[in-house]
């Protein structure tokens, strides 16, 4: 058991009934479960600043996020009232505010396995980039070309600032503004694209496509209500594929995972597809509406 887990259950005497935590540099957030009270939070935070020396502010995280940033509210529980830290994965250094861009340590993994996929001469759509970590990862490790995209301005300025710590300036190219309308500007030119937003990848699947040059390769991130004695592979299947045969005639599914639970039978997971034939109808100007399930 990690001492994160240990201090836990020390102070709360519980079994993770006040959620989970995850550590991001130098900040930990604690998940809270709704309704769990913030005192006994706060004797958890007091005692992870005690007696770990690389954490130091805590905070709760209340539940559920909120469209269209995918932002979280704070509460302070300890330490320095500090929610800006410098986090690190796979040999890049990210300077992040954890109030103000989505940063989920959990995703570590996954940008590693999608950088591990990408070829030199790619030219990559990341479509909801956040603070740049999957484009600046892919761009270290494979040298790739990397379009870079978030609507949110506080992503775009760290994504700029990740850039530049991590000297990618010549690989990734960040841009401010709705990946709807830069689909249109790249046009038939990425070899590869990333959706890692599940709430709108299904609305978006037409830009993205619109984006790619064929054949090419999409990773479709999903949320799925997994069924009871469902795997969740088998739930990523059954409400993607139909996604995909509507606009695609010919394509092959070259993975299928299961990214991480975000809730009681809700998964968060991806089909990586290789698409040689799509005929995307893409109506920009029409309001969109943001999914929660499939
Ligand atoms: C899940 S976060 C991205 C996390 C990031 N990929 C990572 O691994 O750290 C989704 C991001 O999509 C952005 N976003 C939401 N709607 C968007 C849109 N229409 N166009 C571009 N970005 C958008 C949000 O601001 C948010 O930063």
Request: aromatic share 8%.
């Amino acid at each position: 058991m990690s001492l994160l887990k240990r201090i836990a259950r020390e102070v709360l005497g519980e079994d993770d009934v006040w959620g989970r935590i995850d550590v991001v540099g130098d900040v930990a957030l604690v998940h809270r479960k709704f309704g769990y009270p913030l005192e006994k939070l706060e004797l958890l935070g007091r005692e992870l600043v005690k007696r770990m020396p690389g954490i130091r502010a805590v905070w709760a995280i209340e539940p559920g996020t909120k469209p269209p940033y995918r932002l979280r509210d704070l509460v302070h529980l300890a330490g320095e009232r500090r929610t800006e830290t410098v986090y690190r994965e796979h040999g890049c250094e990210f300077l992040v505010d954890v109030r103000k861009v989505f940063v989920v340590p959990r995703l570590s993994g996954e940008h590693l396995r999608i950088a591990e996929l990408v070829e030199p001469w790619e030219t990559v759509f990341n479509m909801f980039a956040g603070a740049g970590l999957f484009s600046i990862i892919i761009a270290k490790r494979k040298g790739a070309k990397v379009y870079s995209v978030d609507i949110n301005p506080d992503a775009y300025w760290y994504m700029i600032e990740n850039i530049k710590r991590n000297k990618v300036e010549d690989k990734v190219v960040p841009i401010l503004g709705d990946a709807a309308w830069v689909s249109y500007w790249l046009k038939g030119s990425a070899d590869r694209v990333l959706m890692p937003l599940p709430e709108l990848a299904p609305e978006y699947l037409d830009y993205a496509l619109l984006s790619l040059r064929y054949p090419g390769r999409l990773h479709l991130y999903l949320h799925v209500l997994v069924r009871r004695g469902e795997r969740p592979k088998t739930a990523t299947l059954r409400a993607g594929l139909p996604l995909v045969e509507s606009k695609c005639s010919s394509f092959e599914v070259e993975g299928v995972r299961l990214v991480r639970t975000v809730g009681p039978r809700v998964a968060q997971t991806v089909i990586d597809l290789k698409l040689s034939k799509c005929s995307p109808s893409p109506r920009l100007g029409k309001p969109h509406q943001q999914r929660e399930f499939l």
